[in-house]
T-cell receptor
Framework: DTGVSQDPRHKITKRGQNVTFRCDPI?????LYWYRQTLGQGPEFLTY????????KSRLLSDRFSAERPKGSFSTLEIQRTEQGDSAMYLC????????????????FGPGTRLLVL | GESVGLHLPTLSVQEGDNSIINCAYS??????FIWYKQESGKGPQFIID?????DKRQGQRVTVLLNKTVKHLSLQIAATQPGDSAVYFC???????????FGKGTTLSVSS
């Protein structure tokens, strides 16, 4: 399967613990995005990478959240000191990076990581 | 079908019927629009996209219509099948932006 992959698919943790999610984009896609989706809502943008550079962060991304893409391929999203309000589906998407603007490219989504904070 | 501009959170159709799902967008600067299908427990799956220099685009069994005057987008699914049952989201973006802005989803239920 050459689509976007995410790991783990499900994560249950206790409040206050740290969690880390991984995303592997479509091969050779330069642009990578993280979104969060709560039940019954559409995905909301968190952050965006072009290659290894994190170019944009949403106000939704609190100080407890950090994302990296060290080699411009896979990315990790870490949540420190998790809270019950962090429970959501965390989606990763990638796009080719061949267009001059990311706003003009199709974003392909992975299956998501569903986080439950107890 | 539904009235232009009216978003319905749910739509129930019979197998074989045509489905029309509506979406209103808010940003006049948006110039790229995408429809995604999301099945339970899965990530959004790309269906079809359209740029603002077009008003209609057809795919396999799907057609997207764009009305920039009233900022309205619709997805038409021909001969709807049970496998089409899912939540459908429209999303918009613009050249100067990065994030996709998702609209309210519509849950499509197809009965045999």
């Amino acid at each position: 399967d050459t689509g976007v992959s995410q790991d783990p698919r499900h994560k249950i943790t206790k409040r206050g613990q740290n969690v880390t999610f991984r995303c592997d984009p479509i091969s050779e896609h330069n642009r990578l995005y993280w979104y969060r989706q709560t039940l019954g809502q559409g995905p909301e943008f968190l952050t965006y990478f072009q290659n290894e550079a994190q170019l944009e962060k949403s106000r939704l991304l609190s100080d407890r959240f950090s994302a990296e893409r060290p080699k411009g391929s896979f990315s990790t999203l870490e949540i420190q000191r998790t809270e019950q309000g962090d429970s959501a589906m965390y989606l990763c998407a990638s796009s080719s990076g061949t267009s001059g603007s990311s706003g003009q490219e199709t974003q392909y989504f992975g299956p998501g990581t569903r986080l439950l904070v107890l | 079908g539904e009235s232009v501009g009216l978003h319905l959170p749910t739509l129930s159709v019979q197998e074989g019927d045509n489905s029309i799902i509506n979406c209103a967008y808010s940003n006049s600067a948006s110039d790229y629009f995408i429809w995604y299908k999301q099945e339970s427990g899965k990530g959004p799956q790309f269906i079809i996209d359209i740029r603002s220099n077009m008003d209609k685009r057809q795919g396999q069994r799907v057609t997207v219509l764009l009305n920039k005057t009233v900022k309205h987008l619709s997805l038409q699914i021909a001969a709807t099948q049970p496998g089409d049952s899912a939540v459908y989201f429209c999303a918009e973006s613009h050249q100067a932006g990065t994030a996709l802005i998702f609209g309210k989803g519509t849950t499509l239920s197809v009965s045999s």
